[in-house]
């Protein structure tokens, strides 16, 4: 009996560290092969609206955080000046298209003119061949039919002077009618209204970013993934996603990014590589993103950009 114990010691010690090695084998594949990481985030598209035309902000319906639909008004720029355009731009196509009218009439009389004067100038040639008539009556029917040409070339120049501003009228139309429009900033998509700053008041100028709508239907989660699990990764992978707030949802591989940024090979003088002398010896694995889309139920608790997650791929 006393010689077995230290033979039973000597099992259940190497017992215990092959049930080490095994569990530490597993734990190494876990952390290092499964494909799952905590380094997650949920991610939305945020649309920033700013305004195409100055003025002041005379209209606010929307408040901070308030969900809005694709169409609502957003804001509304103070229309006054850009009606009073319209309105000039209306006058000056109509002044434009009267302007075009008179010349089209006075091209028409021409027309008519300059027959009369060749059928006067052929009566006058048939005349003068009988010497009915003096030649000086013949050389000024000659002179009247080439008067009467010059007046129309003069008239058809005219009409397309007139053509042309027509349409530049119509454009400055155009263009008036748009900016008016434009005093309308309504919401390019379904979403939320987010940190709302502007105030009823400002003056708005083209190109200031008024605000900012994190478009509801763009909820996703990338997850940043070490570039040793990307072999268990596939498109069309089923994955569970757990939320910190405590929600799990199921989600999709949608995407996995083929490139990101080396950190040891920046551009150098005459965009040669810079590649760093030095070499680290403790290497660690690359996190590649990987795009995750959601499959969430119409009455689910909103999502919130920005918020972490943990995410396991399934299959």
């Not at 594949?29 to 003025?55: C, F």
């Not at 900012?212 to 994955?239: M, N």
């Amino acid at each position: 009996m006393p010689v077995l114990k230290p033979v039973l010691a000597k099992a259940v010690t190497l017992a215990v560290l092959a049930l080490a090695v095994v569990l530490g084998w597993f734990a190494w594949d876990y952390y290092t092969r499964a494909p799952w990481t905590r380094d997650a985030r949920v991610r939305a598209d945020v649309v920033t609206l700013s305004a195409e035309v100055a003025g002041r902000i005379i209209e606010l319906p929307v408040q901070d955080n308030q969900f809005v639909r694709q169409g609502d008004l957003l804001l509304q720029i103070d229309p006054a000046r850009y009606e009073l355009a319209v309105l000039h731009a209306v006058r000056a196509v109509e002044v434009a298209r009267a302007a075009l009218g008179q010349s089209q009439a006075a091209i028409v009389a021409n027309e008519a003119q300059l027959k009369q004067r060749r059928s006067e100038e052929q009566r006058r040639r048939k005349l003068q061949s009988m010497s009915a008539i003096s030649a000086e009556e013949w050389e000024k029917a000659g002179t009247d039919v080439a008067v009467a040409q010059a007046d129309l070339l003069r008239e058809q120049s005219n009409l397309g002077l007139a053509q042309a501003n027509v349409q530049l009228a119509e454009a400055t139309l155009q263009q008036a009618r748009l900016d008016l429009e434009r005093t309308r900033v309504s919401a390019p998509a379904s979403g939320y209204v987010t940190n709302l700053l502007t105030r009823q008041g400002d003056y708005a100028q083209p190109g200031m970013p008024l605000l900012a709508l994190v478009d509801s239907s763009s909820f996703h989660v990338s997850g940043y993934f070490e570039e040793t699990k990307l072999p268990k990764i596939k498109v069309g992978s089923r994955a569970r996603i757990a939320l910190m707030s405590g929600e799990v949802l199921d989600g999709t591989v949608e995407s996995i990014a083929y490139a990101i940024t080396d950190r040891e090979n920046q551009p150098g003088n005459r965009l040669l590589a810079n590649v760093n002398p030095s070499y680290t010896w403790v290497k660690l694995a690359q996190r590649i993103p990987v795009r995750l889309r959601l499959e969430r139920s119409a009455d689910a608790p909103p999502l919130r950009a920005g918020t972490t997650a943990t995410v396991t791929i399934l299959e």
